[in-house]
């Protein structure tokens, strides 16, 4: 029974779909044929395919193709297990955040502590450098069209694959022993035309292994995806909610507002104020309902990339050899290329964002305030420099009158709080190229099976300016000439002025790479009265490198946009691990595993990671499993050693002890400084990882699985805390906050906070899988099938800096970077009737809290959270193959155009206003077609 004609035990598709309606699936139960021996995800020894005490999902070919899925990233996010907690998505890039990395993160312990593989192997990182992340790989770096199948190890494999896989193994099975010559084209295209996706592929393979003693495969495919701004969708046009207290916007804006010092007002502690008021004239201020009418604001949203214009192609190739009956010679090849281009917001300039000192204009803005220290805002005494921009009555473009109406006749010098709109919108193109290749040799020596492999896989991104970004060393001088206009337009001679100090061209590149050697063996040594004793034994040396190699302007922090300054890496590591595992059919019923791995890290430590398992068929119709295991997660590389740098906040953040007095702008609606980067005192991570499950099969067509898993992890390793769940929780989080001095009978004003990477302490996660798929066989109307695969928590605690635990589920505001949601699933039917098959899916995620409004006071009695509503997708596709090789289908996701739930989350989270992008699909409703023809 090959892979892709029936599901396994543990491979079953699951979960209750809509209201009440239960799905089974079908298993290794079925019936007791004579199956091929196959390797499964989560072991090293061949076996019956379905013979595992693992609980393992598999999507196959057709499920694939069924989900309508364009990328990897996309068909992910019908799998239930997978979670927005931790996940990096390509639709939410920033551009200057995650470089256009898409990540999958299981069970919500993020893309780092989740396993990518492609046939049984590990794929290079894809190594955005400044998040500190050198370990999540870019699932979109994967060519969809060249999987088989991808099967989902959803319990901790750290004993066989390695002791980082604490959160699961996902194993990209790609294609082989394909013949002939295949090409596709699809077309799609949500509402107004936006997003459209163009995409083509042709795979061509050739020799039949068992009668050539050879097999060649080559798969190439293109794609092509236009962009979808914020000002595309309703949802995600504005950061001014007035219903739910929220609001995003900044205070830096184009016509500029203007900061007076306490001393020139009669407020105790200054005002923001804008000459051009109440006008606000657009399209880059507005007048805000939830500030002064003295004061404009900027909305970034309706500029913000949701979706990035992308360009795709890669190119796989394999080839098997049989050099003799028993000893085969295999090879893969892939590179992969991907460029996402990005556009946001023109930068912000003003006295609120901090400069590296290494910056060459440190020593003359050397305080947040005025040129050379002579007057500081209320409580700042540190000689932090920062993108100062002063206006002094010399200039011609000093609003004069203005500022004596609200002085009293005085003219003071005053501070400019400035969008860069005359510099132009941020535009970031970056540039992704994969490469991985595999040469090995397998076969059998006697009754023992054995493979040994050179693995090369690599990663290089690259990240180009194209517009939007300005040397501060030669843009801040000459706003601070008095020769600019920040209340209106400049003459062509001072715009010229203004472009001349853009950078344009490669602001950095990241380099990673994985280098292994492996080998392993496995064979029955004994027989046992229900079946083989069967071991296995492996050993792997890898080396590890990672490289961030930016521009001397960002070394120098000297680019605006970048939030800081980034400082070379280029570190390395070897690792080397050997394992051993054992399968004893001790009665026919019953099968018990174990496992046992030793890795070593360099410079970090070793770790011994064992695993056990219980398998045991009281009767054909039921399957119990069990297994027990241990995971050691060392640092990355990244972890332990990324410098030390300074950034920003998201904007339209408020500090809780001080912005309810001061209505400040330092204090509300503002960006505070940040740290992050490093510690090279971070501990290892060791996880506990429990599952238990039963597999039940009350016909021959259906079957349910029910697993439960618990994980408890040790000395979590948190990139840093969100800023906004910091500031919601002080009780919680204050240690990660430092200020200046008290001043006014008020506690200090921001002058940091700590995003560094940080050992949190303990991770406590517990819930339910479940697994399902029941067919009607052949009837007068067609073969119907019902499948679903949901997950449900019933626990998810994080430690927090002080001792104490928070829950996780159901919030926004946690510690782990995103929502996790008490449950998920994915459902479908499919309806099969000749020449015809229509598939009919939904895809729900429950309601969960969200994080307080921007104006709203968490510390209040009478405050209640509130909810976010659930989001329910509905698929729709048709296939037809009346004619021979040729497929047409037709489908559209997204069937009633649901828009994302609105969450105050958006905006302070991310650069997204209105919904959260790892939680939905901005798109809408989507409509595609494709066509496939077989030619031989």
Known sequence: MPPSSKSAVGRVLSAAFGAGLVAVAPSALLAQQTLDRVEITGSSIKRIEGETALPVQILTREDIQRTGAATVEQLLQTVSANSSSGQIVAASSSGATTLGLSSVSLRGLSS?????LVNGRRVSPYGYGFANDSVSVDVNSIPIDAIERVEILKDGASAVYGSDAIAGVINFILRKDFKGLEVSADHGAARGGSGAVTHASVGYGMGDLGRDRYNFMLVGSYQKEKALFGRDRKFASSGINVDNLNDTTSGNTFPANIFLMPSDFNPPFGATRNPTAPACPGPYATLDPFFPPNRCRFDPSPLVTLIPATERYGVFTSARFELTPSAQLFAEASYYRNEQNVVIQPTPISDQFTMPFNNPLANQFPYNGF???DRLPPGQTSPIPYSTILLTPASPFYPTAYIQSITGGSTPDVLVRWRAAEVGNRDLTDTSKAMRGVVGLRGQLGKWDYETALLYSGSRVTERINDGFAILSRILPLLNSGQVNFFGPNSAATQ?????????GDALQTRTSLTSL?????????????????VAAGAEARRETYELDPTTFLVQGDLTGYGGNFVPVDRSRNVYAVFAEANARVMPSLELNGALRYDRYGGVGSSTTPKLGIRWSPAKEVLVRASAGKGFRAPSLLDLHAPQTTG???????????????ASSLDCGTQFPVTFGGNPNLSPEKSTNLTAGIVLEPTANSSIAIDYFNISLKNTISQGIPAATILSDLGRYGSLVTRGPSSGGLPGPIIDIDQTNLNLGKTKLAGWDVDAKTSTGATPYGRFTLSATGTYYSKYDVQNPDGSFSNALDTANNSTGGVIVRWRHYAAIVWQAGSWSTTFSQSFQKKYYDLPGTFEDPTDPAFRPRVVGSYTVYGLQTAYQGIKNLTVTFGVRNLFDTDPPYTNAGGQTSLHAGYDPTYADPRGRFFYGKVAYKFF
């Open 518 to 534: 492996s080998g392993k063996a496995a064979g029955d040594i004994a027989m046992l009265p229900g079946g083989p004793l069967s």
């Open 496 to 504: 010229a002025q203004i472009q001349a100090t853009e950078f344009k």
């Open 648 to 662: 920003v906040t998201p904007p339209g953040l408020n500090d809780p002890l001080r912005c309810p007095t001061t």
């Open 371 to 373: 040129v050379g220290g």
């Open 112 to 116: 780092q502590r989740t396993l990518v």
